[in-house]
């Protein structure tokens, strides 16, 4: 990687820093409906979409101003108009699309907002469990993560597995481990209803949140959520085990994998959702991996160190070390059977 000049590097830190503050721009603007607003609707005045939002139009023109200097939106000089191009839309417009990327700001505020206790752990090496971070962490993981579910989880994921779609369609007994608030869950519930799901996490707030979740999306007659970590759910005998996006964050991963290999039937399948990386540093120095490596720091690694053992494997583990850990806890058939630009998908299978 190329050493930039003082006046180079300062440049950097200045995009750095704008892209910081205009983060806040951005989750105003939708929070607000703004950037809903501008979908599909053309060129518009600043009068025009405060008008549309019942908003103050001087504020609506600052933010607008700052998204154009961002490059998020078009702006005419000659008629003092603004346009939200059509490719932008699914980014910054549509929560059902797998690119829609303004939830992670939520989880970066709530990285913002624990700041003092991610200093104090850097100094003490001690961790800090999921549970003890801001609220909006929970919130903005889950609406992050639902799309990319929804979108990728049916059709891609559990159509590469090795049989396990046909157990799904006949009637399968899964477990969600470390669900959070149920988004993958109800995924998977809605769209195989002779099959029965149970999601587990060690949160009870987010449980409670997830039955909240199942019931507005009419997906309870086959879910149910129940408070207990990862190494103590019933061993019932499960066709099919889950880890979505957090077995990089438990203390004892090989341990919750070795639970989860004991807890499947003869047959039965595991599968590991992580995020995207490659096996050494020099393979991961891309924005995505900067992401990861930063909510790593600030969120995965305490988690795991807060609780025994503290492996602390990190959100940029790679396929690899990932593969390793299942391999330790008694799976004799690891491969990758799916990935995206922010995922890596892993099949592991008793025999």
């Known amino acids: 990687m190329e050493t930039l000049t003082t006046e180079a590097f300062a440049g950097q830190v200045v995009s750095d820093v704008s892209a910081t503050l205009s983060g806040v721009m951005t989750n105003i603007g939708n929070k607000l409906g703004l950037y809903r607003a501008m979908a599909g609707a053309g060129a518009m005045t600043s009068s025009a979409l405060a008008s549309k939002c019942k908003l103050a ?10 998204q154009v200097a961002g490059g998020y939106l078009i702006y005419d000089k000659d008629i003092g108009t603004y346009t939200l191009p059509d490719a932008y839309i699914p980014v910054l417009a549509d929560p059902e699309s797998p690119v829609f990327l303004v939830p992670a700001l939520e989880v970066a505020a709530s990285l913002w907002l624990d700041e003092d206790r991610i200093v104090d752990v850097f100094r003490t090496g001690e961790g800090i469990a999921w549970g003890e971070h801001h609220h909006r962490l929970f919130c903005g993981s889950e609406s992050l993560f639902r799309p990319g579910y929804q979108t990728f989880l049916v059709s891609d994921w559990i159509t590469a597995m090795e ?3 046909e157990k799904l369609l006949a009637g399968a007994k ?3 481990v470390g ?4 988004a993958s869950t109800i995924v998977l519930a809605k769209a195989f209803p002779n099959s029965t799901f149970v999601g587990f996490d060690n949160h009870a707030a987010s449980i409670e949140t997830a039955k909240d979740r199942a019931a507005e999306a009419d997906a309870t007659t086959n879910t149910r959520f129940e408070l207990a970590d990862a190494q103590s759910y019933p061993a019932d005998g499960f066709d099919l085990i889950c880890f979505m996006d957090c077995l990089h964050d438990m203390g004892d991963p090989v341990g919750a994998a070795r639970h989860a290999r004991k807890a499947l039937k003869s ?3 595991l599968m590991l959702v992580e995020p995207a990386a490659g096996n050494a540093v020099e393979e991961n120095i891309n924005p995505v991996s900067r992401l990861y490596y930063a909510a790593s720091t600030a969120v995965c690694t305490p988690c795991s160190l807060s609780q025994e053992v503290g492996l602390a494997l990190g959100a940029q583990a790679g396929e690899r070390r990932l593969s390793e850990v299942l391999i330790e806890a008694g799976f004799p058939r690891v491969r990758r059977v799916a990935q995206t630009p922010f995922n890596i998908i892993l099949e592991a299978k008793l025999d």
């Open 267 to 269: 047959g039965g399948s």
């Open 179 to 182: 669900c959070g608030h149920g």
């Open 163 to 165: 049989g396990v779609e």
């Open 57 to 66: 139009e001087r504020y609506v023109r600052e933010w607008l101003n700052n």
């Open 174 to 176: 899964v477990a969600d």
